[in-house]
Structures are given as structure tokens and as C-alpha cells.
């Protein structure tokens, strides 16, 4: 059963370029997450990026908030953005998800579609401690999201991967399906999920961090209140 193409089509058309997946916690989701697809939406010219909710396996440190509501409030994030969509096939699974997984499941789902892997320079630099990593760039490209303080590495096997398969133009993640590194520098807002559930379980007020609909679900559900309390 596949509940998620249905919640990813929910905006209407089915876009036929490019998608970007973006995962995270989301827990919750803020403009950090926010600004950053939406930049990598417009430089990258993607019709599509879903957001792709991470599942919480029980024998993993869980979430604050549940599966329910994370998902819901992703998908009041995307609310009134066109090509942003959520997609909850990992967020359904019991098991750990892993990219390598997901990538090929959207792959047999769109043999056509290049398929943009979004994903952090810190994580980037942890890449090849990820499942069958190497196989990642054979299924779609890797966009990595600079964040300060992080330089893409010259050496190693990271630094033979980008000589490999690094490009700086756009045009190539459109016309190929898979096997590209396209690094960005987006613009930073010093948001975290950890500061802001901290700031809520402290009592405080998470407007303008997130959008008012993610905030709403927030305030409704107390997810957050006196679970996290800010410390020191
Ligand atoms: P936590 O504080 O719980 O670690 P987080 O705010 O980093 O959470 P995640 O859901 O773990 O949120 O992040 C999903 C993705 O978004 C990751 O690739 C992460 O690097 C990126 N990200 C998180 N916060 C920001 C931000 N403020 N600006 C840009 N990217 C961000």
C-alpha cells in the first residue's frame, strides 16, 4: 500500500523534472528547513521537493513528537507553497530507513525522474559511513546544503568522489537521472528543532521560528510543554 504517493500528488500536478527529497526529524520542522528548500527550489529549478519525515524505529532514541504529529505538522509547513509535497513512507515504516532504501523505492517508482538527495555538508562528510553508500549516486544525485563552517574535503574518498562526480551546473541534474554532486551555499537562519523545543518546554513562544500552522498544531497538542526544559 502506498500512502505516500497519494500524500505527495496532493498538490495537483505531477511534475516530471527533477525531485528533490529533503529528510529530516522535523521535529519539529522551522524555517530553517523551510528557507532552505525553498532556495534549493528556485536555484535548482525544481518543480517538486518532497519532504520526507524520518521514521522513529522503537529501538532508536525517539522523537519528542509522534509520528502523527510530526507528519502533521510538516505538511502544515508546505501548505500554500507550490512543488513542496511530504511524503511519509519512511515516517510509516517500523524498521530504520534507510536513504540507499527509499532512493531506490522512488527509483522504480520514476525510472525517468532524476532524483536530488538533499542533504547537509556535515552529513555529506559522513556519507561513507552510510548503508551501501556507494550505490547512493547510481540511483540520483547528492545536493549538498552548505552550512558555515563546513569546506567540501579535497581528500580522501570524499574528495575522489566530488573530482568523480562534483558539477556546479544546474542543468546536468536535469538532464541526467543520477551520478552528480551539486554543492549550494544557503542562506543560514540559526534555527534548530533542539533550540525550539527547548524554548517551548521553557514556556516560551515559538512564533515567527515556524510557520503559524506548525505552530498552531504546537500549541494545540502540547507536544512540546515541560518535556524538554532549557537547561543551564
Ligand atoms: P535537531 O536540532 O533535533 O538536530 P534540526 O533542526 O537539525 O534538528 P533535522 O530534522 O535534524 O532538524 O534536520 C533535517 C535537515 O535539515 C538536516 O539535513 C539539517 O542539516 C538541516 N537543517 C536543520 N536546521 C537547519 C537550518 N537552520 N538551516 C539549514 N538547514 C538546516
Known sequence: MSTSSATSIANGNAPSGPMGIFGGTFDPIH????????????????????????????????????????????????????????????????????SIETLAELRAEFPERPLCLIIGMDAFLGLPQWHRWRELLHLGHLVVAHRPGWNAPTLGPLGELLVDHGTGTVRELHEQRAGRIYIHAVTQLEISSTDVRALIGAGRDPRYLMPEGVRRIILETGCYARKELGRG
Open 31 to 98: 524555517y530553517g528547513h523551510l528557507r532552505t528548500a525553498y532556495e534549493l527550489l528556485e536555484i535548482l529549478r525544481l518543480p517538486e521537493i518532497r519532504f520526507m519525515p524520518a521514521g522513529s524505529p522503537p529501538h532508536r532514541a525517539g522523537t519528542i513528537a509522534d509520528n502523527e504529529q510530526r507528519l502533521a505538522m510538516v505538511r502544515a509547513a508546505v501548505i500554500g507553497q507550490p512543488g513542496f509535497t511530504v511524503d511519509d513512507r519512511e515516517i510509516r515504516k517500523t524498521s530504520p530507513s534507510y
